[in-house]
């Protein structure tokens, strides 16, 4: 995704930007929060800014890393991509928040707990051609988990690999994906 976003767009006012790592910020350190940091700084990306509410648990390891309790203060940073994993009813305000500053967005499942600000949401979007990505997860789906029994290793055969696409009843196909992820679009992305 990050490469994917460096390289998008010649126009867009984020392609100038002569940083060697794209800025990220990140609203919400949950579990999930904390899983998608630790992921990003494990493929040794460093450059990034916590958004604090100050309602959430202490963070024992935020010493080192840039930490903001406001996020218009947190926006002035200009952060390339925006990673949203605080509570579902938050979602909408600090995804609007970040389009407008023209930040792509990568939003937890779900986008909202209503459909208030989807619209404001992919206006802004579509104004200024920023990717949106929604995360979802599907391991425990049933098709994957008879792909992974059929496909685990026994006494007698080795690892199977296996590559393929499903809608999972979704809606959304992997095809969808490949071909919605353009600027102003707001996309699914799966972690399975």
Not at 104 to 113: A, G, T, V
Not at 163 to 174: D, E, K, P, R, V
Request: hydrophobic share 40%.
């Amino acid at each position: 995704m990050l490469n994917a976003l460096e390289t998008r767009g010649a126009n867009h006012t984020r392609a100038a930007q002569t940083a060697p790592e794209p800025l990220l910020l990140f609203v919400g350190l949950g579990s999930i929060g904390r899983r998608h940091l630790h992921n990003i700084e494990s493929l040794g990306h460093s450059r990034v800014i916590l958004y604090r509410s100050g309602f959430g648990a202490a963070l024992p390891d935020a010493s080192h890393r840039q930490v903001e309790h406001d996020l218009s203060l947190a926006l002035m940073y200009r952060p390339v991509v925006v990673i949203v994993s605080n509570p579902t009813a938050l979602h909408m305000p600090v995804a609007l928040a970040a389009a407008r500053q023209g930040c792509h967005l990568f939003i937890e499942q779900p986008l909202s707990d209503s459909l208030y600000g989807v619209e404001y949401l992919m206006r802004e979007v579509q104004k200024r051609d920023n990717v949106v990505l929604i995360g979802y997860q599907c391991r425990f789906h049933p098709i994957l988990r008879r792909i992974k029994a059929t496909t685990a290793p026994s006494a007698n055969r080795s690892r199977s690999t296996c590559t393929g696409a499903s809608t999972f009843q979704t809606g959304i196909t992997w095809e969808t994906v490949a071909t919605t992820t353009a600027p102003g679009a707001i996309s699914a992305a799966a972690c399975c």
